[in-house]
């Protein structure tokens, strides 16, 4: 497959922080590419300097074959953003931002009216068009601004928080319109998300952390490298019954989060019976599940992704 | 070109949706025209006439008008310059920098939209003129429509002067009030700047809005059909270095100030990371 975004070797130093040290990926023609990390990882830095609002230090980025640094018409045109807030002029109707979209990307005149309905129609907002944006709710402002990221047709949309701030239901429908996209359109997405489970629809993921990428790959597999199955318990003394696996148990990783103590097996189904019998103190919760994209996410950047909006 | 014409058209059909905006832009002009028209205009004419014999020739309304029209289109056009800073806030900024439109194209069509909308309010305060028992040519009415563009989109550019390093709309009108108001008193849009001590004379002399009221004064009067000393009487013998200026000149000024604000804003606009 053809390689539509290409970073190589990026930097970002500001006065003395090096927020991206030297970073290399590609995004692949048509796949979903979510991009993940704790806040002050770099992430946004690096989108912005994908997306030529930011002068990168050094390094190179490409964009559908353009040049970031030298082409930035050509990359501006091939690319669609739908930012984290809102960029919808509330004062005008749908259709007028829509409209003012394809003057700023020279949409060819006697083709606006046409795509316009036509994104429209993909988001669900014919009915609404001439209404001023203000009277929107926050998920039909959401799909305006989906539906506007594709005017131009695209070869990349980036998609930051695309669902922030919005409620479960909503965000629900959010995606399925985003992913009706990806199989009518075929176009190539870039995804950043505090959500990790809205992460799993991604083909690949990067997780970012420190300015640097740490992991790279897909969903499934990242989970897998995590090997086996996690045990959840606590305990009425977490602190003796720590004690008693380390001199115990053996064939576990054991990690402590809060009140509750993680145990990495290989399988739990042989692993179980034995440990709860070896056990003396009194266990007061357990779980046991498969990884998920949040105990990868630990487990490389040693913390939770924050899931408040800041 | 689109992208200039979609800018201004924007910030056009917002103007024309505001109705508080459009009618409440109007209160300062009609306050400093009932002050200074009604109120003031005998005092200013003793004032003004002291010691010169022309009799009944001089109306200080007539000078004073010209003057007026001048100030809506400073202060029109430098606040119209603070949709740049809405646009900052409410993240359309973004939407207008990512894409592929020249960044020139953004500085001309912000511009345009602030000319604009202040010709439409000086063009407004036109109504007036009757009720003011003044009497223009409408030829030269007519005349003066496109220097009042030129004017608006030179001096908004002085908002976007503001508005590139500005990043608060309260922090914008607060700079613009402290600057406005003294370009408006130094410019001999309400009293002749002519005869005035030697530093403050400087200021005059390098303040834009001297030269554009001075045009908008001399094509709406009929200067020619003045005597001398009214003329000397309403200031319209505007000399640097001790020549007197052309409108012609005058205009060279106002367009060659313009081209620079255009090049200074548009720099503003390269280096923006919304």
Known sequence: MNSVIEVTDLVKTYKNVDAVKGINFDVKEGEIFGFLGPNGAGKSTTINMICTMLPPTSGHITINGYDVAKQKDD????????????????????????????????????????????????????????????????????RLEIARGLLHYPKVLFLDEPTVGLDPNTRAHLWKYILKLKEQEGITMFLTTHYLDEAEVSDRIAIMDQGEIIAIDSPTVLKDELGGDLIELSTEDNDQAIQEIEDKVTGADVTVNGDTIHLK????DAFISNFIKTLDIPITTLNIRKPTLNDVFLAYTGRHIQTNDE | MEGIIAIWQRDLIKFLRDKARLFGSFTMPILFLLIFGGGLSGTMETMMTQNLDVGG???????????????????????????????????????????????????????????????????????????????????????????????????????????????STQGFQLI??????????????????????????????????????DVMKKIMIDVDQLSITVRETMGLNLTVFGRQVTVFEEILFILAFTVLVIAIATLSFKRANA
């Open chain 1, 75 to 142: 990359v501006r045109g091939s690319i669609g953003i739908i930012f984290q807030e809102n960029t919808l002029d509330e004062k005008l109707t749908a259709n007028e931002n829509l409209m003012l979209h394809c003057r700023f990307y020279n949409v060819p005149k006697d083709k606006r009216h046409e795509r316009i309905q036509e994104v429209l129609h993909i988001v669900d907002l014919i009915d609404e068009q001439n209404q001023r944006v203000e009277e929107f709710s926050g998920g039909m402002k959401r």
């Open chain 2, 57 to 167: 020739d001089f109306n200080y309304v007539q000078f004073v008008f010209p003057g007026i029209v001048s100030m809506t289109l400073l202060m029109t056009s430098v606040f119209s310059a603070m949709s740049v800073i809405e646009d900052k806030d409410f993240g359309y900024m973004k939407e207008i920098l990512v894409s592929p439109i020249s960044r020139v194209s953004i500085a001309i069509g912000k511009m345009a939209g602030a000319a604009t909308v202040s010709t439409i309010q000086g063009v407004m305060l036109f109504a007036l003129i009757p009720l003011l028992g003044l009497n223009y040519d409408l030829m030269s009415l007519i005349k003066v429509i496109p220097f009042m563009f030129l004017l608006g989109a030179a001096l908004s550019g002085i908002g976007l002067l503001f508005a590139s390093f500005i990043n």
């Open chain 2, 176 to 213: 613009v009030n402290i600057i406005v108001l003294p370009m408006v008193f130094m410019s001999g849009a309400l009293f002749p700047i002519s005869g005035m001590p030697g530093w403050l004379d400087v200021i005059v002399k390098l303040n834009p809005v001297t030269y554009g009221v």
């Open chain 1, 265 to 268: 097996v290989h399988s739990s």
